[in-house]
């Protein structure tokens, strides 16, 4: 059943669109995520609080291989999420998907 999704004004085209994230419809979403500016427009509280772990993941991800943050305290500054929220969902990440070392990956 497909899920019923919000319709909402863009933050960057203006449109009244379906939701895709961050205030953004399905095209500026895919244009921000292409370009690697997702991290500009920053998550509602509300969309940040019903974040999986794996979102979280990838952008804690996406700011460390990017050098916008050196730390998980750091990320989780610029993400506007407690640094404890943040590596809880970094620990239940990996163990999900068996991962223990990808930022000494993805850093190089
Ligand atoms: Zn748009």
Do not use: W
């Amino acid at each position: 059943m497909p899920r019923k999704r919000t319709r909402v004004e863009c933050v960057e085209c203006r449109r009244l669109e379906v939701h895709h994230g961050r205030g953004l419809c399905s095209t500026c979403h895919k244009r921000a995520s292409a370009r690697g500016q997702l991290a500009d427009y920053p998550p509602s509280q509300s969309q940040i609080d019903k974040m999986p772990a794996a979102d979280r993941y990838e952008d804690y991800v996406f700011l460390i291989s990017t050098g916008r943050a050196r730390t998980t305290r750091e990320a989780a500054v610029i993400m506007g999420v407690a640094h404890k929220t943040l590596e809880k969902a970094l620990t239940r990440h990996r163990a999900r998907m068996r991962l223990t070392n990808v930022e000494q990956l993805t850093t190089v």
